[in-house]
């Protein structure tokens, strides 16, 4: 069983461009969790995803960015017209459906906006 | 409202000492606690957790942690550093045994020769 597989693992972007984070759950996992962690920083949540559904996103900047988690394939975090202050590594974890059941984290991505 | 407070956002300590690094929390409701690891350029790695029962709960690499309910804490300690303890270690409060975690902002541990 593989783990929580995030790609890119490094990503280089110029300012403007859009960024797209791919997140996949471990098998059996229908819930998927995104942090950012800013450089020198902890990590902070941004979004708590299932399948087809945005469950809490209290942490996603309101502006250039979303989060979707299909029916079939990856959770992707999308940032639009990125800037300098995007940058930083962005991590992913994912659960499974049942209660009081541990969250894995994936490797990371992390974002350079040049 | 959750929080975590990690106090020293750096510490060293020589290799054969003990490793002591504090982690205090802010919670309304009975917490899951959790400290992580981070190598550099690397991923979350769990090195422990408390849940319920027992309040010493011992972790991976020779570290454990301590639950303190009264003084709200949740220290992490191992008795002799070693090199390879290097890295950046983070302590996560979750209210639903560890789906949506509240982190504190980390402390580097460095491991002096």
């Known amino acids: 069983n593989a783990g929580v597989m995030q790609n890119p693992r490094h990503l280089v972007r110029r300012r403007g461009q859009e960024a797209r984070l791919r997140c996949s759950p471990m098998k059996g996992h229908s819930h998927v969790y995104w942090y950012r962690q800013l450089p020198e920083e902890g990590l902070k949540f941004m979004v708590y995803?299932?399948?087809?559904?945005?469950?809490?996103e209290s942490g996603m900047p309101k502006e250039r960015f979303s989060a979707e988690f299909p029916k079939e394939g990856p959770s992707i975090l999308r940032i639009q017209q990125v800037v300098r202050g995007d940058s930083a590594a962005y991590f992913c974890a994912s659960s499974p459906p049942a209660q009081n059941t541990e969250a894995f984290f994936g490797q990371g991505t992390r974002l350079t906006v040049v | 409202a959750q929080s975590v407070t990690q106090l020293g956002s750096h510490v060293s300590v020589s290799e054969g000492a003990l490793v002591l690094l504090r982690c205090n929390y802010s919670s309304s409701v009975p917490p899951y606690l959790f400290w992580y690891v981070q190598y550099p350029n690397q991923g979350l790695q769990l090195l422990l957790k408390?849940?319920?029962?027992?309040?010493l709960v011992k972790g991976i690499n020779g570290f454990e942690a301590e639950f303190k309910k009264s003084e709200t804490s949740f220290h992490l300690t191992k008795p002799s550093a070693h090199m390879s303890d290097a890295a950046e270690y983070f302590c996560a409060v979750s209210p639903d045994y560890g789906q949506n975690f509240v982190f504190g902002p980390g402390t580097r541990l460095s491991v002096l020769p």
């Open positions: 408390y849940t319920t029962g027992a309040t």
């Open positions: 995803l299932q399948k087809e559904n945005i469950i809490d």
